[in-house]
């Protein structure tokens, strides 16, 4: 792509830079090359990598079964922001293929690395299992309010979930447009425990819709259940430059030189990212249950090896 070609106008964002690909970058830096790869999906190869040593206990397959995300809304993620499409693989080429590559390599785990495996993929992979521990992102949604779903789930092989749940707080939740349902993460937590599937969860702290009560509102819920979660992770929120939200906020640039994906800006409650910060070492991590999860969480590769740690 030449400065200026990019779909979102990343590229404007840096001038003096030759080309920068927003979204996905495997299709069109091939393209840079000459290649015409043709299709988003294509067969992974391995075959360079499986005899290098690596710091796990076996070799760890990555696959994708889609790109972009099937609910695409959150107001602070770059699938919205970017606008990258959602194209999801044909599900029996899914399981056909991930069965393919599980013989060929005999992986120890399949990261499903997904933005977000839809529920009909989640169905799929229940039904038609590969055999080997896998994991990945999905949303805290419906289909996992069922029990017997979820053991089918773990049976497939489904080790360990990585979910957002970002706020406690049911008004966050809807100005961040979530679309989950607070009273159904309970019930999904305590499915995913009883049929033995680990979960990694997300919280993110300082969103613009987000005071100290609604924060505090959070920690209460991930302690009231965090004998249902394994490992989390708490992230201080970043306005990405280019957001819708951007525009009715007070920003500035957030490194001097204006080269960020990212804007300063005075947050409306009074809740910059020095508050949260405070918040997040004297408030969050301070609560013996909340330490005890945080303190699980692998070092270096945290989530990327946490399916090991369960
Ligand atoms: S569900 Fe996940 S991937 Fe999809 S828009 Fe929200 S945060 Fe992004």
């Not at 393919?100 to 977000?116: A, G, I, M, Q, R």
């Not at 092989?157 to 749940?165: A, Q």
């Not at 004998?227 to 280019?242: G, K, M, R």
């Amino acid at each position: 792509m030449q400065p200026g070609a990019g779909s979102t106008g990343f590229n404007n964002l840096f001038p003096d830079n030759e080309i920068v690909i927003s979204g996905p970058g495997e299709i069109p830096l091939l393209k840079l090359f000459g290649i015409d790869a043709g299709s988003n999906f294509m067969l992974p190869d391995y075959d360079f990598a499986i005899q290098n040593k690596y710091i796990a206990p076996g070799f760890i397959l990555s696959y994708n079964t889609s790109v972009g995300c099937p609910w695409k809304k959150c107001t602070f993620c770059p699938e919205k922001y970017e606008d990258n499409p959602y194209i999801q693989e044909r599900y029996t080429k899914v399981t056909t293929e991930l069965l393919f590559l599980v013989k060929k390599y005999n992986p120890v785990l399949v990261h499903l690395t997904d933005s977000e495996i839809s529920p009909a993929m989640l169905k799929t992979l229940a039904e038609n299992p590969i055999r080997v521990p896998w994991y990945g992102f999905c949303r805290f949604t419906k289909i996992l309010t069922d029990i017997d779903f979820c053991r089918q789930l773990a049976n497939s092989g489904c080790k360990m979930l990585s979910m957002g749940l970002e706020s406690g707080d049911k008004e966050v939740l809807k100005a961040m447009e979530k679309g989950i349902n607070l009273e159904e993460v309970p019930i999904i937590l305590e499915n995913l425990k009883e049929a033995g599937i680990g979960t990694y969860i997300y919280v993110l702290f300082g969103t613009p819709a987000e005071d100290r009560d609604a924060a505090l509102k959070t920690r209460d819920f991930v302690a009231k259940h965090a004998h249902l979660i394994d490992f989390t992770n708490a992230a201080v929120f970043n306005l990405p430059v280019n957001s819708e939200e951007a525009e009715f906020l007070d920003t500035d640039n957030f490194y001097e030189g204006d080269l960020s994906l990212y804007s300063e800006f005075k947050h409306p409650k009074g809740w910059g990212r020095k508050e949260v910060r405070q918040f997040l070492k004297k408030d969050f991590s301070s609560v013996p249950e909340i330490r005890e999860i945080l303190n699980r969480v692998p070092p270096v590769f945290d989530s990327s090896h946490a399916p090991f740690f369960l």
